[in-house]
């Protein structure tokens, strides 16, 4: 009796506490080439006060990946000479102006919600082509239930995702 119980409680607590999805948008569609985008910068929109720490270990998955990416802290400078504000940043126009201020091929938005000040409630990543505005990958994760997750533990979770979605061809 106790054996079961404790195994169906390892099985719980074992089974995903999370959900992380991806999408590229209306059916298949190739995989981001880090050839063709090379150059991306990382950009947080509509987000909390954790978003420093989840940015820089998005930063980190990108550049693993192979692409070069403009460090936050020359992203924050650049925006501030331009007089870019982050809320009006996913416009299609305010994309391509910001994508050829940064002479980047594609921006990263990232978004990210904490629960208790501490924990991930949801979080997500979406890369858009600076020139015609398209999605070009999209990864999300939404706290369900179970343990929660840090920013960086979250990170990880969706690169996963991403890493799905990019070739180095």
């Keep these: 009796m106790i054996r079961a119980f ?27 080439s880090t050839k063709e985008y090379p150059r ?12 420093a720490t989840f940015q820089d270990s998005i930063e980190s998955v990108f550049m693993n990946m192979g692409f070069d ?12 000479e331009h007089k870019i504000q982050r809320s009006g940043v ?3 126009a305010t994309t391509k102006e910001l994508g050829k201020i940064l002479g980047v091929n594609a921006l990263v938005f990232v978004k990210h919600k904490t629960r208790d000040k501490e924990y991930t409630d949801s979080a997500s990543i979406k890369m858009v082509n600076i020139e015609t505005g398209s999605t070009l990958l999209n990864a999300k994760y939404t706290f369900a239930w179970g343990f929660m997750k840090t920013p960086a533990a979250v990170a990880g979770y969706l690169e996963d995702e991403i890493k799905k979605q990019v070739t180095n061809k």
């Design 40 to 51: 991306v910068a990382i950009v947080a929109v509509d987000s909390d006060s954790l978003i």
């Design 69 to 80: 990416v403009i460090d936050r802290a020359n992203l924050d400078k650049i925006m501030a």
């Design 6 to 32: 404790c195994t169906s409680l390892l099985v719980l607590s074992l089974a995903s506490c999370s959900t992380t999805t991806s999408s590229v948008g209306g059916g298949a569609r190739a995989k981001v």
């Design 90 to 92: 996913t416009d299609d």
